[in-house]
């Protein structure tokens, strides 16, 4: 079939999910197919989009899978399909008309190139750059967004980089074959920064082109963000440093990660926010005691092993 799936993960947010799709529709290149994936929203985002996009396919998951979980459906529809790749946004993202057409351009410029990230703006763009790709600070244990706040980008010709943000990320189909789809016990936050080294490990590359763009409504500071994002935060920081560390350097990562994580809820607990404080000591106990998926699901997995990178079937 080729040309490029472009997914788009939907949880409530109907205005941001239609203006998203709309921009969406403005996409030039290769534009296999468009697919809303939609976790199981209650403001009637799956009926909006059949009225409004009637060429986009809706697949209604019935639940909160998650990103990991979610966005698997659509990796495997485009290796089913023959696709080149697949183009995950978030549903609070805009695109610009050409982004997908310079990330292709960049993803068939070398051999073995895994995914490709544009220039992700802020919202509303008077802040600046949201990231320009990622970097890993393996000893510190954390992870930063290149870039952030800064006016314009350093350079702008393409360029690899540790990992790409997964609110927009093209991934390369040969990547997808050898290293499989997201890791599901993730549930949400991390998972694309574990894919993105799982590809690395196994030989590809992953690149930014900064002549890509595109926008994120999300913030942009970490004071800003809400207990559950603070729990998965959290959580997946430790599993992520805990699989990718080395022998020797998780166990210096885990003790940088606990000692953040601890200091975090204290000063949560000192500015009188005991949710968030809750949020990032109930993280650290679930990893630890090795509980994966979503927070305070009882059908989340106490399983030691990885769970199945890919789902039973794709919609």
Request: glycine fraction near 10%; charged fraction near 20%.
């Amino acid at each position: 079939m080729g040309g490029v799936l472009v997914a788009v993960l939907t949880y409530n947010r109907l205005h941001d999910t239609l203006a998203c799709l709309e921009s969406v529709r403005q996409l030039e290149g290769p534009v296999g197919a468009i697919v809303a994936l939609d976790n199981g929203s209650t403001d009637g985002t799956p009926e909006a989009i059949r009225r409004a996009f009637p060429e986009v396919q809706v697949w209604e998951l019935g639940d909160n899978l998650g990103y990991a979980a979610g966005n698997n459906r659509a990796l495997r529809m485009a290796l089913e399909q023959g696709m080149e790749g697949v183009f995950l946004l978030n549903n609070d993202t805009l695109v610009d008309a050409g982004c997908l057409v310079a990330m292709l351009e960049t993803a068939r410029s070398a051999p073995h190139i895994g995914a490709v990230g544009p220039l992700v703006w802020a919202w509303p763009p008077s802040q600046g750059i949201w990231a320009l790709g990622g970097e890993i600070h393996w000893r510190r244990a954390y992870t930063t967004h290149r870039e952030a706040g800064r006016a314009e980008p350093s350079r702008r010709d393409p360029h690899p980089v540790d990992f790409v943000p997964g609110c927009g990320m093209l991934l390369l189909c040969e990547a997808l074959e050898a290293v499989g789809g997201f890791d599901e016990r993730y549930f949400m936050y991390w998972e694309e920064a574990d894919w993105c080294q799982r590809a690395r490990r196994a030989g590809f590359s992953i690149q930014v082109d900064p002549r890509a763009q595109m926008w994120h409504k999300a913030p942009l500071h970490p004071e800003d963000l809400p207990p559950a994002t603070l729990y998965y935060m959290t959580r997946n920081r430790l599993l992520f440093f805990w699989e990718h560390g080395g022998s020797m350097g998780r166990w210096i990562a885990l003790l940088h990660a606990v000692h953040g994580a601890i200091r975090l809820a204290r000063r949560y607990e000192r500015e009188d926010q005991p949710s968030h404080a809750q949020a990032v000591w109930e993280g650290l106990y679930d990893f630890f005691a090795r509980r994966w998926g979503a927070w305070g699901s009882e059908t989340a997995s106490w399983k030691t092993g990885k769970e199945a990178l890919w789902p039973v079937s794709s919609g």
